[in-house]
């Protein structure tokens, strides 16, 4: 029972998250779940919360696939570099490589911050979703340096939470393959993962109203503090 409540306010909380700044599902509920069940058991209760959130996220379908034509590079290099990782780490997992991505994203919202602008062409699409999904491989997290990349294509507010949402649908499906390719992706985590979807879907409707009243400014604020906070979050349990 007590697992169970831990399980809903860990979704409750990585939705609202990820309503208001578009992203941090994974991070919350890899960073809490891990901690209480492992890394491949977290991950696996993920799957459909994420998958789910990331659709309620990305919009209309035609919006959302004019999106996915936009930055089709980067999303080819998250499939290759998921892959690329399951090679890299032997399998889900690997310290070292959640280290540097909790490092490189506190940084990255540090900056953020600051007023730094990332000056990544779109040229860079492809190598910067290889190196994402390499990361996703070893943490579960699909945030660096996809999201640095996709903020440096001047995307508006609204933009950028739908290419984060058609990224991390990618992710999560790649990620879906690479669990359920090594065995740890089974029916009952499944239905686990079915169930937790109602606190992640409650939790995201809250966080999207509250980010509707965010003005831009604002937005970029709370974006930024979250990362640093997530990315100190992976650093630590790391």
């Known amino acids: 029972m ?11 909380l990585a939705g609202f998250v990820k309503g208001v700044i578009g992203l941090g599902l994974p991070t919350i509920a890899m960073g809490l779940l891990g901690l209480v069940l492992g890394p491949t058991p977290a991950a696996a209760l993920l799957l459909l919360p994420s998958a789910v959130t990331n659709i309620v996220q990305m919009g209309p379908p035609s919006l959302a696939l004019a999106m996915a034509r936009r930055i089709a590079p980067m999303l080819a290099g998250v499939v ?21 991505l909790g490092v490189a994203l506190a940084a990255y919202g540090v ?17 910067a979703g290889t190196a994402t999904g390499a990361l996703t491989a070893a943490t579960g997290v699909f945030v660096i340096p996809a999201v640095p990349w996709l903020q440096a294509q001047g995307l508006t507010k609204d933009e950028l939470v739908r290419a984060l949402g058609v990224s991390f649908s990618v992710s999560t499906l790649a990620l879906a393959v690479l669990l359920g390719g090594g ?20 939790g995201q409707a809250l966080g999207a109203r509250l980010r509707a009243r965010l003005p831009e400014g604002a937005f970029r604020r709370v974006f930024f503090l979250g990362l640093v906070v997530l990315g100190a979050a992976i650093a630590w349990r790391a």
């Open 183 to 202: 065995g740890a992706l089974t029916w009952g985590w499944v239905a686990a993962s079915a169930l937790a979807l109602v606190p992640a879907l409650a």
């Open 2 to 12: 007590q697992d169970i409540l831990i399980i809903g306010a860990t979704f409750l």
């Open 80 to 100: 290759l570099g998921t892959a690329l990782g399951w090679w890299l780490w032997g399998g889900f997992g690997g310290r070292l490589g959640a280290l540097l």
């Open 111 to 127: 900056l953020g911050l600051a007023a730094w602008r990332p000056r990544m062409p779109a040229s860079w699409g492809l190598p």
